[in-house]
């Protein structure tokens, strides 16, 4: 059975740091775009970060140059990096694999994650 599980949320002080990790079991996601995507209360569930290649991934405007995707192919896993966390980064982030780049839209991912928690204290 394919499965995402995150790891890795919890709660931080705004400026500072944390690293999601996704770990992929139940099929090989080597050929699968794998990303991030977070869902505030009240909000709908948004893009965050896509990784297909190391020279080829995406961010939301929000996360460019705070957020670093990055992806191990023998651990199948994948993570991201959030530096310079803000409030308003607060949401339950959500590991994705999908096959249909830009995988910016809910609607191209194939499996989700469970989720994570991620509070930002101001």
């Known amino acids: 059975q394919e499965q995402l599980v995150e790891s890795g949320g919890g709660l931080v002080q705004a400026g500072g740091a944390l690293r999601l990790s996704c770990a992929a079991s139940?099929?090989?996601?080597?050929?699968?775009?794998m990303g991030w995507f977070r869902q505030a209360p009240g909000k709908e569930r948004e893009f965050v970060a896509a990784?297909?290649?190391?020279?080829?991934?995406d961010y939301s405007d929000s996360v460019k140059g705070r957020f670093t995707i990055s992806r191990d192919i023998d651990k199948n896993t994948v993570y991201l990096q959030m530096n310079s966390l803000k409030s308003e980064d607060t949401a339950v982030y959500y590991c994705?694999?999908?096959?249909?780049?830009?995988?910016?839209?809910?609607?191209?991912?194939?499996?989700w994650g469970q989720g994570t928690q991620v509070t930002v204290s101001s």
């Open positions: 990784f297909m290649t190391s020279s080829l991934t």
């Open positions: 139940g099929r090989t996601f080597s050929r699968y775009i």
């Open positions: 994705a694999a999908g096959t249909r780049w830009t995988m910016r839209e809910t609607a191209r991912v194939d499996y």
